[in-house]
Nanobody
Framework: QLQLVESGGGLVQPGGSLRLSCTAS????????IGWFRQAPGKEREGLSC????????NNADSVKGRFTISRDNAKNTVYLRMNDLKPEDTAIYYC????????????????????WGQGTQVTVSS
């Protein structure tokens, strides 16, 4: 059974940092492009960052450029999202998603391009 599990969310003060993890079970992430998304109440799901299977290609939304960094450790079957300088508007449920792209240097921030999704982890930025 293919499963993605997010972890690392929580409550943080404005200006603080968190590192989210997305770990796969039941399959290897080696040949998968991974994306991070978030959804706040009443808003559409937003594509934040993506990383190609080898890690050679990344892409970030303007809303998080300079603050969020995506990375991967295929040996640990895990993709990370480091979030710095968090703001109250970053409050949302954060999801990771995977799509098989083999060795192609592809990276998408569009939710419909992804086949597998985690259950999400809550991030709350508040003083």
């Amino acid at each position: 059974q293919l499963q993605l599990v997010e972890s690392g969310g929580g409550l943080v003060q404005p200006g603080g940092s968190l590192r989210l993890s997305c770990t796969a079970s039941g399959f290897s992430l080696d040949y998968y492009t991974i994306g991070w998304f978030r959804q706040a109440p009443g808003k559409e799901r937003e594509g934040l960052s993506c990383i190609s299977s080898s890690g050679g290609v990344t892409n970030n939304a303007d809303s998080v450029k300079g603050r969020f960094t995506i990375s991967r450790d295929n040996a640990k079957n895990t993709v990370y999202l480091r979030m710095n300088d968090l703001k109250p508007e970053d409050t949302a449920i954060y999801y990771c998603a995977a799509v098989k792209t083999a060795v192609l240097p592809l990276c998408f921030r569009t939710p419909r391009r992804y086949d597998y999704w985690g259950q999400g982890t809550q991030v709350t930025v508040s003083s």
